[in-house]
């Protein structure tokens, strides 16, 4: 089961369902679950065209997905991967949910992209069982999947989620508990930085970009892939950077707390460091 059908939720329920596994598909709003889907079926047509599936394995990978707002659903589920909110209260709550709905040999991962794994398992009666599984945006193209080992996570658990992975087509990389892990805590510092240099008018985000791009070889300019991102996303990594290290150089701009506050959350919205035609 994948709780939370937003960008990245589909995804995740989009590549296990087109390996085959039966994926369950949740969502609090039953307009996520809609939208979840019409995206992963845009997706799938999309690969039909570009003869990378056929129709029939596109067919095969709908009639593996169903939805449901009911978590009490994730009973009979081996595997489930929450992908909600970047927000500690809300996934704590949904993990004791988890703990108390599903078997006790149930693998229950997080999709975070920068809280800690062990605080989230402590609500847990099975912190052994529990881990982190953190796919990249956009997730049926991206290779990476970031394995983030809590404090308590077994060997065991661990070797069932790389090998899953591995089953996916994509390749894990073990990390260790620490804010941000390895990608957000390199990423994130640097898009905190495009936005101050926009913030402190020394560049349009347009150019900002252009120079990443153009400069550094990137295939994305840093705002750019903030919107891409959720600037919402952006800003609650940047908090949990800042409050985990205690350290100034992660001061999430205030600009992006401006754009957060105006509901500019990129793409998701329509409008973020670039206006888009939803
Ligand atoms: P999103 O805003 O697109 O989707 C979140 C979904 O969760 C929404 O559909 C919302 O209705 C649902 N939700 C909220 N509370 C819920 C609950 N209690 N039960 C069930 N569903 C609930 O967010 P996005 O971008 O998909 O991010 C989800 C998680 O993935 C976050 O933890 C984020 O940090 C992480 N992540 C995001 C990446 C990105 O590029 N956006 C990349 C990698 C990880």
């Given at each position: 089961m994948v709780i939370g059908a937003g960008q990245m939720g589909a995804g995740i329920a989009q590549v296990f369902a087109q390996t085959g596994f039966e994926v369950k598909l949740n969502d609090i709003a039953e307009q996520s679950l809609e939208k979840g889907i019409a995206t992963i079926e845009k997706n799938l047509s999309r690969s039909v065209k570009k003869e990378r599936i056929t129709e029939q394995e596109k067919s095969d990978t709908i009639n593996n997905l169903t939805t449901t707002t009911?978590?009490?659903?994730?009973?009979?589920?081996?595997l489930v991967i929450e992908a909600v909110v970047e927000n500690m209260d809300v996934k704590t709550k949904v993990f004791s949910q988890l703990d108390e709905i599903t078997p006790e040999h149930t693998i229950l991962a997080s999709n975070t992209s920068s809280l800690p794994i062990t605080e989230i398992a402590a609500?847990?009666?099975?912190p052994e069982k529990v881990i982190g599984m953190h796919f990249m945006n956009p997730v049926p193209v991206m290779k990476l999947v970031e394995i983030i080992r809590g404090l308590a996570t077994s060997d065991e658990t661990y070797k069932t989620i790389e090998d899953a992975t591995k089953s996916l087509n994509k390749t894990p990389v073990e990390v260790n508990d620490f804010?941000?892990?390895?990608s957000n805590r390199v990423l994130m510092p640097m898009i905190n930085e495009a936005i101050y240099t926009v913030y402190e008018g020394v560049a349009t985000p347009e150019s900002v970009d252009e120079v990443m791009k153009?400069?550094?070889?990137?295939?994305?300019g840093p705002l750019t892939l903030a919107d891409f991102i959720g600037l919402d996303t952006c800003l609650y990594i940047m908090e949990v950077l800042y409050e985990g290290?205690?350290?100034?150089?992660?001061r999430p701009c205030p600009l992006l707390r401006k754009y957060v506050k105006a509901g500019w959350l990129g793409r998701k919205t329509g409008r973020g460091f670039y206006v888009y035609d939803n």
């Amino acid at each position: 089961m994948v709780i939370g059908a937003g960008q990245m939720g589909a995804g995740i329920a989009q590549v296990f369902a087109q390996t085959g596994f039966e994926v369950k598909l949740n969502d609090i709003a039953e307009q996520s679950l809609e939208k979840g889907i019409a995206t992963i079926e845009k997706n799938l047509s999309r690969s039909v065209k570009k003869e990378r599936i056929t129709e029939q394995e596109k067919s095969d990978t709908i009639n593996n997905l169903t939805t449901t707002t009911n978590i009490e659903d994730a009973k009979d589920r081996d595997l489930v991967i929450e992908a909600v909110v970047e927000n500690m209260d809300v996934k704590t709550k949904v993990f004791s949910q988890l703990d108390e709905i599903t078997p006790e040999h149930t693998i229950l991962a997080s999709n975070t992209s920068s809280l800690p794994i062990t605080e989230i398992a402590a609500v847990t009666n099975r912190p052994e069982k529990v881990i982190g599984m953190h796919f990249m945006n956009p997730v049926p193209v991206m290779k990476l999947v970031e394995i983030i080992r809590g404090l308590a996570t077994s060997d065991e658990t661990y070797k069932t989620i790389e090998d899953a992975t591995k089953s996916l087509n994509k390749t894990p990389v073990e990390v260790n508990d620490f804010p941000g892990f390895v990608s957000n805590r390199v990423l994130m510092p640097m898009i905190n930085e495009a936005i101050y240099t926009v913030y402190e008018g020394v560049a349009t985000p347009e150019s900002v970009d252009e120079v990443m791009k153009l400069g550094m070889n990137h295939p994305m300019g840093p705002l750019t892939l903030a919107d891409f991102i959720g600037l919402d996303t952006c800003l609650y990594i940047m908090e949990v950077l800042y409050e985990g290290f205690g350290d100034s150089k992660y001061r999430p701009c205030p600009l992006l707390r401006k754009y957060v506050k105006a509901g500019w959350l990129g793409r998701k919205t329509g409008r973020g460091f670039y206006v888009y035609d939803n």
